[in-house]
């Protein structure tokens, strides 16, 4: 697999932006690199999707471009902003005032309406809407007729709208979205997924979002693609077709992997036999995992 470094033709004023960043976890035997190496550029005002198996990293390198976890080497930066070595309460104020997240667990308060959780990022800054573009905002989502609403009386749709003019009022230099439609119907997700190009498009909002599924990554100007802590390809312009075929060349190794692992644990839950041996020789489990 050869490695592609996403940074091949700079681009001036990058919304965000890594260099050779790897993220450890743990240490010893429990080391995990979870990003080894990643170089990206996000253009301003594009819509990156970033893809890949699962636990290639996705999630974390979110993280780090977005100052949310700290990266073991490389560097950050968001907009002219260098991350790394910023004191917290730097990297704090950089985050409230230049990043927007949206997550799939849409992540409102309950107890405030739809109005009050879009604005909640702009009162905690102590800022003030700028008027036309709130309404702006709030008709490009659709919500008119459902501010007053708490959360618990919208749809998930709604709610996951709700979210994306949250992080989009303050019209941050990101928007992170981690599977903003992995716990909505296909329709729902469309809505938003048209909601968040449409705000790339015609907004110029940057936007980097993590998702598995081929036809959300269409939606995107670009789609990264991460395997085993690396970015080993990328898509411009991409179909759904054209995502699964990719895709496909990426994840039977590590499907592959996970279906013996799955097999093997059902074998080893099934047969009580074998639960003694699983408890007295914990290793023997990863050995046969390896092996397979
Ligand atoms: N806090 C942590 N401590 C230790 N290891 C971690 C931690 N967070 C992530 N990892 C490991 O880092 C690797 C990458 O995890 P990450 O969550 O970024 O994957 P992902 O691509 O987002 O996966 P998924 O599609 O399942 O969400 C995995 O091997 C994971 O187990
Ligand atoms: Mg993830």
Same mark, same amino acid.
């Given at each position: ?13 990058? &919304? ?10 743990? @240490?010893?035997? &429990?080391?995990?690199?979870?990003? !080894? ?51 917290? !309460? ?5 985050? !409230? %005032?230049? *990043?927007?997240? *949206?997550? #799939? ?16 990022? /702009? ?6 809407? %700028? ?7 709030? %008709? ?17 749709? #709604? #709610? ?8 989009? $009022? ?21 809505? $938003?997924?048209?909601? /968040?190009?449409?705000? @790339?498009?015609?907004?110029? #909002? ?36 054209? *995502?699964?075929d990719k895709l496909k060349s990426l994840e039977v190794p590590s499907d592959e992997a996970s279906e013996a692992l799955a097999v093997d644990d059902v074998e080893e839950a ?15 489990? @990863?050995?046969?995992?390896?092996? &397979?």
């Amino acid at each position: 697999m050869s490695e592609v470094t996403a940074t091949d033709s700079p681009v001036p004023g990058a &919304a965000a932006r890594s260099v050779d960043v790897w993220k450890v976890y743990g @240490s010893g035997e &429990a080391q995990v690199s979870a990003l !080894r190496g990643v170089s990206i550029e996000l253009e301003r005002g594009a819509f990156t999707a970033i893809m890949g198996p699962s636990g290639s990293g996705k999630s974390t390198l979110m993280h780090c471009l977005a100052g949310l976890d700290t990266v073991t080497k490389g560097e950050v930066a968001i907009g002219d902003t260098k991350l790394t070595g910023l004191s917290d !309460r730097a990297l704090t104020n950089l985050r !409230r %005032d230049k *990043v927007g997240f *949206v997550f #799939q667990q849409f992540n409102l308060l309950p107890t405030l309406t739809a109005q009050e959780n879009i604005l909640l990022p /702009l009162s905690i800054a102590g800022r003030k809407p %700028d008027r036309d573009w709130y309404n702006t905002v709030i %008709d490009t989502v659709g919500l008119r007729d459902r501010l007053k609403h708490r959360p618990s009386q919208l749809s998930g749709g #709604q #709610q996951q709208r709700v979210a994306c003019a949250r992080a989009l $009022v303050s019209r941050p230099e990101v928007i992170f979205a981690d599977e903003p439609t992995g716990n909505l119907d296909s329709r729902s997700g469309a809505e $938003v997924l048209g909601f /968040l190009r449409h705000s @790339s498009r015609d907004f110029g #909002q940057t936007i980097v979002m993590v998702t598995h599924d081929p036809n959300a990554a269409s939606y995107a100007d670009r789609v990264v693609f991460l395997s085993d802590g690396q970015i080993v390809d990328e898509l411009r312009n991409p179909t759904p077709e054209a *995502v699964l075929d990719k895709l496909k060349s990426l994840e039977v190794p590590s499907d592959e992997a996970s279906e013996a692992l799955a097999v093997d644990d059902v074998e080893e839950a099934a047969d009580p036999a074998a639960e003694p041996a699983a408890v007295a020789e914990p290793a023997g489990a @990863s050995d046969r995992t390896e092996n &397979a």
